[in-house]
C-alpha cells in the first residue's frame, strides 16, 4: 500500500507558479510510474504529467508543455510538478497518483491503470 499525499496549492494570478509536492510513505515509490491528474468542475478527470519509475520518460499534455515540469527522487519518496505561466484554465483540484509499473521505462496517461491516488490539492488562477 502506498498514501500519497499533495500540498503546494492555492491561489496565483495568471502568468505566476506554483510548485506542487506530493510525499509518499507505506512504500518506496521506485517500483511505481507516476503521475499527475487534474479535475475541472464538470469536466472530467485528465492527465496532465506523467513519469516512469526510472524518471527517464515523461509525459506531459499539449496544454501543459513548456510550462510544467514533472520530477521525481525516489530516494526522498517525493514527486513534484512545477508550473509555471499558469493560466485560468489550469484551474482545478491536482492529484497525485501511483500505480506499479514492471517496465522502469513505462508510463500511461489512464487513470484507471493508476491505484493509488492523494486527495487533492485546490489550484485557481485568477485572471
Known amino acids: 500500500q502506498v498514501q500519497l499525499v499533495e500540498s503546494g496549492g492555492g491561489l496565483v494570478q495568471a502568468g505566476g507558479s506554483l510548485r506542487l509536492s506530493c510525499v509518499a510513505s507505506?512504500?518506496?515509490?521506485?517500483?511505481?510510474?507516476m503521475g499527475w491528474f487534474r479535475q475541472a468542475p464538470g469536466k472530467e478527470r485528465e492527465c496532465v504529467t506523467a513519469?516512469?519509475?526510472?524518471?527517464?520518460?515523461?509525459y506531459y499534455a499539449n496544454s501543459v508543455k513548456g510550462r510544467f515540469t514533472i520530477s521525481r527522487d525516489n530516494a526522498k519518496n517525493t514527486v513534484a510538478l512545477q508550473m509555471n505561466s499558469l493560466k485560468f484554465e489550469d484551474t482545478a483540484v491536482y492529484y497525485c497518483?501511483?500505480?506499479?509499473?514492471?517496465?522502469?521505462?513505462?508510463?500511461?496517461?489512464?487513470?484507471?491503470?493508476?491505484?493509488?491516488w492523494g486527495q487533492g490539492t485546490q489550484v485557481t488562477v485568477s485572471s
Open positions: 507505506g512504500r518506496t515509490i521506485s517500483s511505481y510510474a
Open positions: 497518483a501511483a500505480y506499479e509499473s514492471r517496465d522502469s521505462r513505462r508510463y500511461t496517461v489512464d487513470p484507471l491503470e493508476y491505484n493509488y
Open positions: 513519469i516512469s519509475r526510472s524518471g527517464g520518460s515523461t
